[in-house]
């Protein structure tokens, strides 16, 4: 059964980091383009971070760059978000995704994600 687990989150105060995983399953992994929606209390899930299923490019969403920073480790068939300077309104639930293509050159919607993960909460709070 392929699946999608991400684990990493948390409470963290507001300029803080964090690092969210997502392990995913082999064949997913290898043929997937991978990224990060989340979804804050009342609003919609929103995309976040995108990678090619080869790791060389990645799109992020205004509201993250130089902020968020999404890789791939093919040696565990993990996909990680480095996220730095935490704000309030990072405040969600955080879910990993994949999409079967390759690249990834535009935001994504939730309704084009092809797997998603359990999710997991990230509160930024003093």
């Known amino acids: 059964q392929e699946q999608l687990v991400e684990s990493g989150g948390g409470l963290v105060q507001p300029g803080g980091s964090l690092r969210l995983s997502c392990a995913a399953s082999?064949?997913?992994?290898?043929?997937?383009?991978m990224g990060w929606f989340r979804q804050a209390p009342g609003k919609e899930r929103e995309f976040v971070t995108g990678i090619s299923w080869s790791g060389g490019s990645t799109y992020n969403a205004d509201s993250v760059k130089g902020r968020f920073t999404i890789y791939r480790d093919s040696a565990t068939n993990t996909v990680y978000m480095q996220m730095n300077s935490l704000k309030p309104e990072d405040k969600a639930v955080y879910y990993c995704?994949?999409?079967?293509?390759?690249?990834?050159?535009?935001?994504?919607?939730?309704?084009?994600?092809?797997?998603w993960g359990q999710g997991t909460p990230v509160t930024v709070s003093s």
């Open positions: 995704a994949a999409r079967k293509q390759r690249g990834v050159s535009a935001i994504w919607y939730a309704g084009e994600i092809d797997y």
């Open positions: 082999g064949r997913i992994f290898s043929s997937y383009a």
